[in-house]
């Protein structure tokens, strides 16, 4: 046994620095896309990230930044670095969770001979390997976000369930118990996903303490169950909603100061368990004293969130939902911003709604009074459907984007049945109500298959691009490596198109999958105890999940990192894989020979291929695209800017280069999905850096919550033309209840018109730099334009306001991808001036019929001196799809430019950026697509055709490409490839024109040859 425990813990710490130094090599040196920015910009300055928080990950990393030294560019990489390092410790604990279940099979008396040592080691090393190499451990491993971490708390309380089970009767084993409790509670503070591991350590603490029977098993199960939900949703919200309570009467009732109520409650809260510890152990009570134990242990853990009322209260810079009391607190844990959506019962996505209740009141703490006021009622708050449109374990529920709708139909294959309804207008409609099952279809089909076995299958059996699937056989799927079997599912998988060839192409030829399934059928028989346990591990943290998150179609990114915990409790099954062989083997040779050679096998097999496979897809190493891009929005924007963006990749990443890098902290980012809030916009008011307040005119009584939330457009006929901005908000101070109506619905606000006009002072506009002389004759006095919405978001009036307001003293720009629900119909009077598009009074239209002109030398300097662009030229750094899209967007820019400059005959100025373009985004590191046919053209028209027939020609050759493999897919796949087919013929039609148009003879013959031989397919095989 002492052997046995020595070569574990040597292995064990072997393989964690494996782990930790891969992860470490590979790790993305500054920011990635997504929440990292905000998670690394929250972690270096103890800011407000967004609900439910993650506190304890912040104070980790912050600690961790300390290790840069005060080099600020170092920042990210030392976050990322705790990444790393937690993922190494997950891959520690999962080993030593392998060799503790082997063991108990293999060496079930402590008693060891050398070929089971290397059969337990060698199960341990192989599964633990295989899951430091698997796909979406690796990609959380190596950037700055909660998953990491939130897995190393789901590795250590399995693991130490384990050395509780070993110990348990031994004196003192219930500190086990406790320290499971503690970290339990701190993991609170980096996400909730831990806690679906109590199930199985339940299990684990039943199976050992009582004789199992089916009935123990299921009352143990239902117990955790419980367990589960107290901790989710008593302890977790309860803690603090009895702290507001207590809070609101001191305060509101009593009189006292703020704060009082909450430390009354919390000193109260310390006292009774001061007195429940010493009652439980005075009386012996030594089961209720390890309760009071443990839940003392989790509220230390939970503890973690007091920082985020302490920063709140600070004012940081990022402070999301401002949760600075114990009220506020727990509307920022429920994550109130995002909705709530239906689980055991609910409506379906088009159930009419028939009346509306009340919801819970909206405090805020006002000084003036020094009483926590209500802001809002939430009167006709909530929704009330027609009961016979809902249904249990509702699946088809949103209705808050048509496309939702749409893709429910798709995945269900609704057909419906036929109900009659009264509409709102009185009419009589029918509406088609879902099936169940076809409520059933969509959750087998698009949320249980698709959205998890998908995911499960890209870690187990292979990947087939890192591009997001939405369901075709192109892309996002899982592919084993085995011809055969991915052309049935797939279409042909042979001489893939060089456009489709993608490092993350990864093949592990089921290997790993059947080594875990045959670890899973061998761990069931020999020992169904821990099978079981594992298996509540696996379901719970994988199926459990889909259940609970009740996914729309289509999510804004893959979802695979939030089941990397089921694919832990698999590779516990893939380290037994190998005992299983050896087990299976041992008869045909020597037991050492055997076991050495099985664990060896299965190393090169499993982990090795995975490894080798993933290695390209996964080293982040050398790319700087998110900071740098971030650089790139900011350093499109004049100096005092105020950029408004609109997701979270032009704003997160934003939010790291101001608040880590200090990189230029003058321009105001307002983020537009946030401005909606009214603490967003109360934070917009106040200087922050070097930028000073937003110049909102509405005060907060004017956009508090429920106020204003919609205002609605209409054309009153007695108002002929446009109507000064300023004028309709001049109304809203003096008169508000004139653009007021009642209606069934209560009080709504409204604007008369949907045509509006700001001034503009040629003078000011020329002398303040809005202007640039050259394009002084185009300036125009006054501003016009249309909404053409039914009604506009609090969001939007917020802008207007602005609009209204600024005069033209701070520059106000639009992120280019934003998206034109964000320009509120400005786009005649943008000007394009590098990754944003400034609001200028010019009117000049635009050549290329693209939103906003093009001042050249602006976008000039911009493009070709002032921006960075993160090694994306360099074909050794791997940029995924996010990254992609970016740099498609980059393209086009830099198309936009060069058009612009051959039409002022700035002929060597426009090759000149075509040649930046191609040297920057060469086609070896993002390969060419239609983007490039605008800089082909320019260089015919601005005299280079060397350089512009051999970009036409590769094109062709590209689209050639596609278009023969899409021919080669079954007829009747092709429909889901149409939209593709015809893409590659407007290409490849493009060629030939622009081939013909300036002479260039072989092109041209080759390009019409190719055109016509593969339309006259795409005729044949669609049957048009």
Partial sequence: MKQFRKINTLTGWLVFATASVVYLITAEPTTSFWDCGE???????????????????????????????????????????????????????????????????????????????????????????????????WFSAVEGEVYALSSFFTAFVFWA???????????????????????????????????????????????????????????????????????????????????????????????????????????????????????TRSRGKVVWNTIVLAFTFILIGYSSFFMLIIRSNANTPINENQPDNAINLLSYLNREQYGDWPLLHGPWYNAPVVDREDGSPVYKKDLRSRK?????????????????????????????????????????????????????????????????????????????????????????????????????????????????????????????????????????????????????????????????????????????????????????????YAYAA?????????????????????????????????????????????????????DRSGRYTARDMARNYLESCAPNAILFTMGDNDTFPLWYAQDVEGIRTDVRVVNLSLLASDWYISQMKRKVYDSPPVPFSLNYEQYKPGTRDVVYLTNDERIQGAVDLKELFGVIHQNPKALQIESTYGTLDYFP??????????????????????????????????????????????????????????????????????????????????????????SKPSEDGLSGHVNTSILYDRLMHTFSYGNMDDPGVYLDETNRRMIANLRNIFGRLAGELAEEGKNEEAIRVC?????????????????????????????????????????LDLYTQDMEYYLRFPRHKMQQLDFDMQQALAVINRVSMVASHYKLTGLETRSATALERLYNNYLNVTGR
């Fill in 753 to 842: 018109v949907k045509q509006f006009y700001i001034t503009a002072d040629s003078a000011t506009v020329v002398n303040n730099g809005t202007v640039p002389p050259g394009d002084a004759p185009y300036i125009t006095d006054t501003i016009v334009w249309s909404i053409n919405e039914g009604a506009i978001s609090k969001s939007s009036l917020m802008v207007l306001d602005l609009l209204a307001h600024n005069n033209w003293e701070r520059p106000v720009y639009f992120s280019t991808t934003a998206g034109e629900s964000a320009y509120l119909g400005l786009t005649d009077y943008f000007r394009l001036e590098g990754m944003a598009y400034r609001l200028v009074p010019v």
């Fill in 39 to 137: 998670y690394i910009a929250t972690a270096y300055k103890l800011q407000v990230g967004h609900p439910p928080g993650a506190p304890l990950f912040q104070m980790l990393g912050r600690a961790f930044s300390l290790l840069a030294l005060g080099d600020t560019a170092a920042v990210a990489y030392t976050v990322n670095a705790m990444s790393a390092l937690s993922s190494g410790f997950t891959i520690l604990f999962l080993f030593w969770s392998i060799t503790h279940l082997a063991r108990k099979i293999i060496s079930p008396n402590d008693e060891f001979n050398t070929a089971g040592l290397i059969t337990i080691t060698g199960s341990g090393v192989v599964g633990a390997l295989a899951y430091t190499f698997s796909d979406s451990f």
């Fill in 372 to 560: 926590y006021i209500v802001v809002d009622r939430r009167k006709d708050y909530e929704p009330v459907y027609d009961p016979e449109f809902t249904t249990v374990f509702p699946r088809m529920w949103s209705n808050t984007d048509a496309a939702h709708a749409g893709n429910y139909k798709k995945w269900g294959k609704i057909k419906g049945t036929p109900v009659t309804i009264t509409n709102r207008d009185g009419e009589k409609e029918v509406v088609y109500k879902p099936t169940f099952g076809e409520n059933l279809r969509y959750f087998f089909d698009y949320q249980l298959n698709y959205m998890y076995f998908r995911y499960f299958m890209w870690n187990f059996a292979g990947k087939q691009n890192d591009n997001q699937g939405f369901g075709n056989d192109l892309n996002g799927n899982w592919i084993s490596g085995i011809r055969w079997l991915d052309e049935l599912r797939l279409g042909p998988r042979s001489d893939l198109p060089e456009s489709m060839q993608s490092k993350a192409h990864n093949r592990y030829y089921l290997l790993p999958l059947l080594l875990g399934l045959t670890g899973l059928f061998w761990h069931t028989n020999r020992n169904y105890r821990d099978a079981l346990i594992v298996t509540l591990l696996f379901i719970m943290t994988g199926i459990a999940i889909v259940v609970y998150l009740n996914q729309v179609a289509y999510q804004p990114r893959e979802r695979d």
């Fill in 915 to 955: 040649d930046r373009c191609q040297e920057l985004m060469p086609d070896e590191s993002i390969r060419y697509n239609f983007y490039m046919l605008t800089i082909a053209e320019i260089y015919m028209q601005a005299g280079a055709p060397e350089k512009g027939e051999k970009l036409l020609s590769r094109l």
């Fill in 161 to 279: 369930m384990l050395k509780w089970e070993e110990s348990a009767g031994k004196p003192h084993s219930v500190r086990w118990i406790v320290l499971i409790a503690y970290m339990t509670g701190l993991s609170i503070g980096v996400h909730l996903l831990n806690l679906l591991a109590i199930p199985a350590i339940s299990l684990i603490f039943y199976f050992r303490k009582y004789k199992p029977a089916p009935k123990g098993i299921i009352i143990t199960l239902l117990t955790s169950v419980v367990l589960l939900g107290l901790i989710m949703n008593v302890i977790i919200p309860w803690i603090v909603k009895l702290a507001g309570l207590s809070e609101l009467l001191f305060v509101n009732t009593f009189r006292l100061p703020f704060n009082t109520g909450t430390i009354f409650y919390f000193l109260v809260l310390g006292a009774l368990i001061v007195w429940a510890l010493h009652y």
């Fill in 566 to 618: 089921s694919f832990y409790a698999f590779s516990i099954w893939i380290g037994l894989g190998v005992a299983a062989i050896v087990q299976m083997f041992r008869r045909f040779a020597a037991q050492k020979t055997i076991a050495f050679t099985v664990s060896a096998a299965c190393l090169i097999t499993v982990p090795g291929i995975m490894a080798s496979e993933n290695l390209d897809d996964h």
